[in-house]
């Protein structure tokens, strides 16, 4: 997949997550796209581990699969860095 595919991708992906996943979200534009670069490797992952082919270029597969993952990492992420008490 070429980089722009990769960048295009990863901004669907992540502002797709970032509207699932409930909560204030971080960052601006660059972390979206971190986000679902990211997340578009775990779903990439997850799905080849369920035996799979994966999915190539800018298609709605693709962008599934990498919102999934950007899910994953949002709810990973809001669960490591969630308010913690101060005593």
Known sequence: MSILAWIIV???????AKLIVPGPEPGGVIMTLII???GACI???IWNL?????????NIGSIIIAVIGSVI???IWKAATGRR???
Do not use: P
């Open 50 to 58: 369920m035996g799979q082919q994966g999915a190539n270029g800018v």
């Open 43 to 45: 779903g990439g992952w």
């Open 36 to 38: 679902g670069i990211i």
């Open 73 to 75: 990492l949002l709810f």
């Open 10 to 16: 990863g901004l669907i992906a992540g502002w797709l």
């Open 85 to 87: 008490a101060t005593y």
